[in-house]
């Protein structure tokens, strides 16, 4: 099972940012997906859930509103579209099928 985050970076407040999870060596498609996050000095958080097949997702009230998960089961590509960005969401990001994590990809929210 290999799970590789990318697109992260610095975003400015109120900026966007589009975060990508590649997943290997499992059957994507039929896997529940999640992102989680980990601010620095503080414990794993989740941030959303989605459907195997896209069709249902969740959110953490933290991000309701302002992030967006979804997923592309032909290239088992995982998603998570950031907007109105804010300092606080400043942490390593992690894709996540309930039974591994990936190596996670750091957002930093700054002016």
């Known amino acids: 099972v290999q799970l590789v985050e990318s697109g992260g970076g610095l975003g400015q407040p109120g900026g966007s940012l589009r975060l990508s999870c590649v997943a290997s060596g499992f059957t994507f498609s039929s896997y529940i997906m999640s992102w989680v996050r980990q601010a620095p000095g503080k414990g794993l958080e989740w941030v959303s859930t989605?459907?195997?097949?896209?069709?249902?997702?969740t959110y953490a009230d933290s991000v309701k509103g302002r992030f967006t998960i979804s997923r592309e089961n032909a290239y088992n590509t995982l998603y998570l579209q950031l907007t109105g960005l804010k300092p606080e969401d400043t942490a390593v990001y992690y894709c996540a099928n309930g039974e591994k994590r990936g190596q996670g990809t750091q957002v930093i929210v700054s002016s």
């Open positions: 989605i459907s195997s097949g896209g069709t249902s997702t």
